[in-house]
């Protein structure tokens, strides 16, 4: 029952909510963005959860110097492109130790076409591979039945080296207990690993000598903080 209406409805509510309140820091971020890059703040990209299900086109912030960042692919590094760290701007840095590249993807919510929580869409190339290299992983992957989330249990318990076998091992996890209190543990984890800069990312970005980023988490931190101050005092 929770998999289907409660949670397409809950999904959708969230994702308003979430948006209303980060819309100061979603304008900020935009701007730096287009300050840095001179481009479109927002990207889309064409992601699936396999090559024959659903193709959408989901939303993220730009990390990127160029519009495609160029995938050196071998069996051992598809979810993982450390080489191209070099091309990441000095506002991505900070977008991707969060996370907060992912905050337009909420659109996406909004539109019917992924969850707050939900195994990761990946894009078709990383999917090529998969089936490539890995084709009965790949086949267990066809057989999910959810929509693509925003995040989700592989998100916030990425392996260091990206295994393919790790995320098709989290993702049946995911939907096999999927449920209203897993999804809100994975929504928490997912809020803390953003706070304090947690989060795995696939190009092994350091936080060393990234000043800048500890100033942005910083402002970020302190705008979470006085949300919540302010939600608490108004209930």
């Given at each position: 029952?929770?998999?289907?209406?409660?949670?397409?409805?809950?999904?959708?509510?969230?994702?308003?909510?979430?948006?209303?309140?980060?819309?100061?820091?979603?304008?900020?971020?935009?701007?730096?963005?287009?300050?840095?890059?001179k481009k479109n703040?927002?990207?889309?990209?064409?992601?699936?959860?396999?090559?024959?299900?659903?193709?959408?086109?989901?939303?993220?912030?730009?990390?990127?110097?160029?519009?495609?960042?160029?995938?050196?692919?071998?069996?051992?590094?598809?979810?993982?492109?450390?080489?191209?760290?070099?091309?990441?701007?000095?506002?991505g840095k900070f977008?991707?130790?969060t996370g907060l590249?992912?905050?337009?993807?909420?659109?996406?919510?909004?539109?019917?076409?992924?969850?707050?929580?939900?195994?990761?869409?990946?894009?078709?190339?990383?999917?090529?591979?998969?089936?490539?290299?890995?084709?009965?992983?790949?086949?267990?992957?066809?057989?999910?039945?959810?929509?693509?989330?925003?995040?989700?249990?592989?998100?916030?318990?990425?392996?260091?080296?990206?295994?393919?076998?790790?995320?098709?091992?989290?993702?049946?996890?995911?939907?096999?207990?999927?449920?209203?209190?897993?999804?809100?543990?994975?929504?928490?984890?997912?809020?803390?690993?953003?706070?304090?800069?947690?989060?795995?990312?696939?190009?092994?970005?350091?936080?060393?000598?990234?000043?800048?980023?500890?100033?942005?988490?910083?402002?970020?931190?302190?705008?979470?903080?006085?949300?919540?101050?302010?939600?608490?005092?108004?209930?």
């Amino acid at each position: 029952m929770y998999q289907g209406y409660i949670k397409n409805y809950l999904d959708k509510i969230l994702s308003l909510i979430i948006l209303i309140l980060l819309l100061p820091l979603v304008i900020l971020i935009s701007l730096l963005i287009f300050i840095e890059t001179k481009k479109n703040p927002i990207i889309s990209q064409e992601r699936a959860l396999s090559l024959n299900k659903k193709k959408i086109k989901i939303y993220k912030f730009r990390t990127f110097l160029e519009n495609e960042a160029p995938n050196i692919y071998n069996s051992a590094n598809i979810l993982s492109h450390p080489e191209l760290s070099h091309l990441i701007t000095k506002t991505g840095k900070f977008l991707r130790l969060t996370g907060l590249d992912e905050i337009p993807q909420l659109l996406n919510v909004l539109k019917g076409e992924m969850s707050l929580v939900g195994p990761r869409p990946l894009i078709i190339r990383d999917l090529e591979q998969i089936e490539f290299y890995y084709p009965e992983l790949y086949q267990k992957r066809e057989n999910i039945n959810i929509k693509p989330g925003v995040t989700g249990l592989w998100q916030v318990t990425k392996d260091d080296n990206f295994s393919v076998e790790y995320l098709i091992k989290k993702d049946l996890q995911y939907q096999s207990n999927l449920s209203f209190i897993n999804d809100l543990k994975i929504l928490l984890k997912t809020l803390k690993i953003s706070i304090l800069m947690q989060h795995k990312d696939s190009l092994k970005i350091s936080k060393e000598n990234y000043y800048l980023v500890w100033v942005f988490n910083f402002v970020v931190n302190l705008y979470i903080f006085l949300l919540i101050v302010i939600l608490f005092n108004n209930i």
